[in-house]
């Protein structure tokens, strides 16, 4: 075994040792360094870095509707023109130790999932999931998605919190097993992860929660059990306290990061450290809600391929048969034909994650740029599809593959970095 070869052996101990647990609900600008200052405009987003002249419209949208939320602008108008003036200072999740979906936007007052990998002692943060409809994660900056995100900071992230805090926090490993087995892949299927986290939460939510306020409570328990997608925050935060650790390791040619902001899609590979090799997004193809088409979507954007990155979403379709009609034909053998393609690029399977449409053989793991460059074949990603103007939100969902310039230049990087002609 080589150099990459130890250095890869001991990225996918890390990864398949770590020991995610959900510890807390805090607002972002108590935990995430970046948003802890006094009066600094300061807006965290998807993928690697963009500044707003470059940023495409639903994320446009999602800063304008942020500055308001903050108090920062007084409307949309002008919280465009305080963005585009150089007074708001943009950075990615990624820099900070956080995610955040599609817009990715997290700013201080937002609550974020606080997710603890205890066999490295470091911590990751995402935003909770807003839910369906128009939401600010698509672009969304209305009124309605502002009252959302306020009853979020306010309603459910303190109950919550308190409920985790009374519990000792939830072990996730074992819930995403679950998970896997029960029909999910944890990026666009999360009805069986939702309902699983709900039934160890409720307990603890109702014990949790302040005498006679019921309705509170009933208002968490709705919104959590109405939004199938609710995991998928969860899950990405998982994947960002799995993945961090991996990283630095001299001489690895495996993927740490997947990340794009609707212009950029930019990866990071463990043996380079935290610098971004970027190429242009590609657009997602899928299926369209009522009213909308292909000309209406913008490119792909979001945090949220950190799944991939650790071997769920598109990596783990197998699981998933109700999947299988964002992609192929429709059916469930496209579903199980992605997730063996994923192993043709990475370095190895889970023991935890296993797949029983596969023979209970594990989820890949490990994407390899070396492989990925020789067999051409490209990560693949279960994604939503937001529509290219600001505000309008989810026009559908699908799949989308990571461009090859990434690898390719992330490859070359770390070529010269080991001294190899």
Not at 370 to 398: L, Y
Request: aromatic residues 6%; hydrophobic residues 45%.
């Amino acid at each position: 075994m080589g150099v990459i070869g130890r250095a890869n052996a001991e990225v996918l101990r890390r990864i398949q040792a770590a020991e995610p647990v959900l510890v807390d609900v805090r607002p972002a600008g108590e935990v995430i360094a970046a948003l802890s200052g006094g009066g600094e405009r300061v807006v965290l987003h998807a993928g690697p870095p963009i500044g707003w002249e470059r940023m495409c419209g639903p994320l446009r949208g999602a800063v304008a509707g942020a500055l308001v939320l903050e108090g920062w602008a007084e409307d949309l108008g002008s919280a465009e023109k305080l963005a585009a003036s150089g007074a708001v200072d943009f950075h990615p999740n990624h820099h900070f130790g956080a995610v955040g979906p599609m817009t990715g936007i997290t700013t201080r007052s937002m609550p974020v999932l606080v997710v603890e990998n205890r066999a490295f002692g470091n911590r990751a943060f995402c935003t909770l999931n807003e839910g369906l409809g128009k939401v600010m994660r698509f672009g969304g900056n209305d009124a309605g998605v502002l009252a959302r995100l306020r009853w979020l900071a306010e309603g459910l992230a303190p109950l919550l919190a308190g409920a985790l805090r009374l519990r000792g926090g939830l072990p996730l490993r074992g819930l995403v097993a679950r998970g896997l087995a029960m029909g999910g892949e944890m990026h666009q299927r999360n009805t069986a992860s939702t309902g699983l986290f709900l039934r160890e939460m409720a307990p603890w939510l109702a014990r949790a929660a302040p005498t006679g306020d019921g309705e509170g409570l009933a208002a968490a328990l709705e919104f959590i059990a109405g939004n199938d997608q609710f995991f998928l925050n969860v899950a990405m935060a998982i994947g960002k306290a799995v993945t961090d650790p991996a990283g630095g390791v001299e001489g690895s040619s495996i993927v740490t990061a997947m990340s794009r902001n609707g212009t950029d899609f930019g990866v990071r590979v463990s043996g380079t450290g935290e610098e971004w090799f970027t190429a242009p997004v590609e657009m997602p193809r899928g299926l369209y809600f009522p009213g909308f088409t292909e000309a209406d979507a913008n490119p792909d954007m979001g945090d949220s391929a950190i799944v991939e990155t650790i071997g769920l979403g598109g990596f783990a379709m197998a699981a998933s048969p109700a999947v299988a009609g964002f992609v192929g034909a429709g059916r469930a053998a496209d579903a199980l034909g992605f997730t063996q393609a994923m192993c043709e690029i990475t370095v190895g399977r889970s023991a935890d994650w296993t797949l029983p449409a596969l023979d209970f053989e594990g989820v890949p793991q490990g994407i390899d740029v070396r492989k990925v460059a020789e067999t051409g074949v490209a990560p693949v990603i279960n994604t939503g599809i937001a529509h290219k103007r600001p505000g309008v939100g989810q026009v559908g969902a699908g799949v989308v593959r990571a461009p090859m310039g990434c690898f390719e230049r992330a490859l070359e990087a770390l070529a010269a970095r080991l001294g190899v002609a």
